[in-house]
C-alpha cells in the first residue's frame, strides 16, 4: 500500500514546535536551543522523514552541488584528485557532480552549460580549453593546474621547482644525455614551467636540454610511438625526466623491452607521485604533488569564492612539492 511522505507540518506536531522553526533547524538559521534542535531531529528520524534538497536549495539560494571537469578518472592523478577534492566537499556539505571530459572541448563546453543549468554554486576545472569558458556569465571557478582566464584562480605544485629538481637529481646520479618527455607547449598549463626548471638546470651544467613532446597526453598508442622514436633517436640516453609517472612507467618498459637496464643504463624520474604508483610500482622515482593539500585548498577557495564574492584571491597558489626516492634512478 502506497505510504503518504511525511511533510514538515508532521514533523512539527510531532516535536511540539512550529513548522518555521522545523525549516531553521534544517536549514541551520538562527539560533535555536539545542533540546528544541534534538526533539526536532528526533521526530524526523520518528516519521522518517527525508528533507527535499532541492526545497532547500531554494531557500537557502545554494545548490550545495560543486562541478567537477577532468580530462578522465582512467589517470590515477585525475582519480585520485577527483577523491580527495570530493572527500573536502563532503566535509563541506557539498555534493560533486563528475564530468569526464577526454579532452573534447565539445564536450566540456556541454558540460559547462549543463553544470549552469543545473545551477550548481561553483566549478573546478581540471581541463586545458581556455576558450571553455563565457567570462560574462562565469560562476565561482577554480582551476587545478591550468590557465582558462585572467580572472580564476589557479592551483599548482611548484612545477618550475619540480624540473629542477629532476634535472638535478638525475645529473647527480651521473647522467650526461637527459630528455624530457612532456606534453603540447602551447598547452597555457603551469606543468610547462617543468620543462622551464629542467632547462635552467641542463644550462648551467652546460649539457644539451632535449624535450619530446607527446601531442595528445590521453592516447596511448600515441604516447608509447614517441617513446619509441625516442629511443630510435636518442641511443646514448641515460636519464629521462617525464612529466608524469604513467609517462615514465611506458619509458621503464620500452627500456626493457630493449634490454636496457633501469637504472644502470637508463635512469627514468616522473612527476606527479600518486598514491596509486607509490603503492603499485614503488621503484619509480618521482617528483611528488602534494595531492591532499591541493585538493583542499581548491575547496577552500571556491567556497571562498562562493561565499565571499567579493574577496579579492591570488591568481595562483602554488604548494612545494618533494622528491619520491625509488630505485629508478
Known amino acids: 500500500m502506497f ?26 538559521r538562527g539560533y ?13 528520524k520518528k516519521l522518517n522523514y527525508i528533507p527535499n534538497d532541492l526545497a532547500r536549495s531554494l531557500y537557502n539560494k545554494r545548490s550545495n552541488l560543486i562541478g567537477l571537469i577532468v580530462p578522465t578518472t582512467a589517470n590515477p592523478f585525475y582519480g585520485e584528485l577527483t577523491a580527495r577534492i570530493e572527500h573536502f566537499c ?26 549552469r543549468r543545473n545551477q550548481v554554486d561553483g566549478v573546478i576545472v581540471c581541463t586545458y580549453n581556455r ?3 563565457d567570462v560574462s556569465e562565469q560562476m565561482p571557478t577554480v582551476a587545478f593546474d ?19 629538481l629532476a634535472a638535478a637529481t638525475l645529473i647527480e646520479a651521473g647522467c650526461k644525455s637527459i630528455v624530457h618527455i612532456n606534453g603540447p607547449a602551447e598547452l597555457e598549463t603551469p606543468a610547462n614551467l617543468r620543462r622551464s626548471g629542467y632547462e635552467a638546470v641542463m644550462q648551467r651544467y652546460g649539457l644539451p636540454a632535449m624535450t619530446y613532446e607527446i ?64 603503492q603499485h610500482v614503488p621503484e619509480l622515482t618521482t617528483i611528488k604533488q602534494p595531492m591532499i593539500t591541493m585538493a ?30 625509488g630505485n629508478s634512478v
Open 3 to 28: 505510504k503518504i511522505k511525511p511533510k514538515i507540518s508532521d514533523v512539527a506536531k510531532a516535536a511540539g514546535v512550529s513548522p518555521t522553526t522545523v525549516s531553521r533547524v534544517m536549514n541551520k
Open 32 to 44: 535555536i536551543s539545542e533540546e528544541t534542535r534534538q526533539k526536532v531531529y528526533d521526530a524526523m
Open 90 to 115: 563532503a566535509l563541506a556539505g557539498l555534493k560533486v557532480l563528475l564530468c569526464n571530459s577526454l579532452h573534447n572541448a565539445e564536450k566540456e563546453a556541454h558540460y559547462w552549460e549543463m553544470l
Open 131 to 133: 576558450g571553455l569558458i
Open 146 to 164: 591550468h590557465y582558462l582566464s585572467s580572472g580564476i584562480p589557479v592551483i599548482s605544485s611548484d612545477n618550475y621547482a619540480g624540473g629542477e
Open 215 to 278: 601531442r595528445s597526453v590521453l592516447s596511448q598508442a600515441e604516447a608509447e610511438a614517441a617513446i619509441c622514436t625516442l629511443f630510435d633517436q636518442q641511443p646514448q640516453m641515460d636519464g629521462v625526466f617525464a612529466s608524469d609517472d604513467s609517462i615514465a612507467l611506458k619509458v621503464i618498459q620500452e627500456a626493457r623491452r630493449r634490454n636496457k637496464r633501469v637504472p644502470e643504463d637508463v635512469k627514468v624520474i616522473g612527476y606527479d607521485g600518486t598514491e596509486f604508483v607509490r
Open 296 to 325: 583542499e585548498t581548491a575547496v577552500q577557495i571556491l567556497i571562498q569564492q562562493i561565499e565571499q564574492p567579493d574577496k579579492a584571491l591570488e591568481k595562483e597558489y602554488v604548494h612545494n612539492i618533494e622528491l619520491v626516492r
